[in-house]
C-alpha cells in the first residue's frame, strides 16, 4: 500500500439482522479503516460522509457554548480525534508535539494555546484502543444489533494512526476485531432473534471502488434503490463466527497487497 500513490479507502461492511428501515448513526476518528454495520439485509447502506462538528473558538466564546455531552445527545455523526505518541524516528528527529489534548474535548495548540477546536472526545497518546472503542464504536455496534445503521471510519494523514486504530494487532486489538466480537457477542446474548451477519471488504482507490474479497470485483459501480445505497455486484459472505469474519478481511488484505 504505501508503495501506491493516490487517496484509497477501505470500508469493511458488517450488514446484520433483518429489520425495518431506520436512521443511521455514524461515529467518525478521524475516511481510510470502516466499519459499517447495518440492518436491512441489503448490502453495505449508509453515508460515509461525516458533516465535521469541528468548532474553532477562543476561551472567551467556549462559556457561550453548550456542554458538549448535551449537544451529543442530538448528534446522528460524532468526531472523536486520537492522537498517537512520537515514534522513536520522530524522538530521534527532535519533532515536537503541536497540539495536544486539553481534557476529553479539546485540541489546543501547543505554541497558541487560544487556537482549540472542540470535538465530541479527544483521546491522548496514552489511551487504548479498547478504551476509544467503549467510548466511540461500542454504541454503534449494539445500535447496529438493535436495527440503528452505523458507521465507524478512521480518517486521517498517513502514518496517523488508522491502521493501528482500526485494525490494532495481537497485542492491541482495533476497532473492527472488537466490534466483530461484539457483535457475536450480542447474537449470543439475544437467543430469542435471528441474526444473519454478511461481511463485505471493499477499497476505494482513486475513486474506483474495488472488491477486496473479490479480485474481480474490480471498478464496482455505487447504486441507490430504495433500500439505501449499495455497491453492485459486490461479495457479501454470510459470517458465523468472530474468526471467520476476521479471516475474510485478512484475506482482503491479501489482495491488497498483490
Ligand atoms: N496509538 C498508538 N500507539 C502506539 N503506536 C501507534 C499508535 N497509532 C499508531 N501507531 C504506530 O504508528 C505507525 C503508523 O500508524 P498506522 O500504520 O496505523 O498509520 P496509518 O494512518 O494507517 O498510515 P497510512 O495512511 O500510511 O496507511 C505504526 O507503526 C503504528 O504501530
Not at 127 to 153: C, K, L, P, W
Not at 198 to 211: A, C, F, G, Q, W
Not at 223 to 252: C, F, M, N, W
Amino acid at each position: 500500500m504505501a508503495s501506491k500513490q493516490g487517496v484509497k479507502s477501505r470500508r469493511f461492511g458488517l450488514s446484520g439482522l433483518k429489520g425495518a428501515n431506520s436512521p443511521s448513526s455514524s461515529t467518525t476518528s478521524s475516511s481510510k479503516q470502516v466499519l459499517e454495520t447495518s440492518v436491512d439485509g441489503q448490502s453495505s447502506p449508509a453515508s460515509t460522509s461525516a458533516r465535521s462538528k469541528q468548532r474553532h473558538f477562543n476561551s472567551e466564546t467556549a462559556a457561550a457554548t453548550p456542554p458538549l455531552e448535551a449537544q451529543r445527545m442530538k448528534e446522528n455523526v460524532t468526531v472523536t480525534v486520537r492522537f498517537r505518541p512520537l515514534n522513536p524516528r520522530e524522538i530521534r528527529q527532535g519533532e515536537e508535539i503541536a497540539w495536544y489534548a486539553d481534557g476529553d474535548t479539546i485540541v489546543r495548540n501547543e505554541y497558541n494555546p487560544s487556537i482549540a477546536y472542540a470535538y465530541d472526545r479527544v483521546f491522548g497518546p496514552t489511551t487504548t484502543t479498547r478504551q476509544v472503542y467503549d467510548v466511540a464504536a461500542q454504541h454503534v455496534v449494539s445500535g447496529a444489533m438493535e436495527g440503528i445503521n452505523g458507521t465507524v471510519f478512521a480518517y486521517g494523514v498517513t502514518s496517523s494512526g488508522k491502521t493501528h486504530t482500526m485494525h490494532g494487532d495481537q497485542r492491541s486489538p482495533g476497532i473492527i476485531p472488537l466490534a466483530v466480537k461484539d457483535a457475536f457477542s450480542i447474537i449470543q446474548e439475544t437467543p430469542n432473534r435471528e441474526f444473519l451477519l454478511r461481511v463485505s471488504y471493499l477499497e476505494i482507490y482513486n475513486e474506483v471502488v474495488n472488491d477486496l474479497l473479490n479480485p474481480a470485483g474490480q471498478n464496482l459501480r455505487i447504486r441507490e434503490d430504495t433500500q439505501g445505497t449499495y455497491v453492485e455486484g459486490i461479495k457479501e459472505e454470510v459470517v458465523l463466527s468472530p474468526a471467520h469474519a476476521l479471516s475474510l478481511i485478512a484475506a482482503g488484505e491479501g489482495i491488497n497487497s498483490c
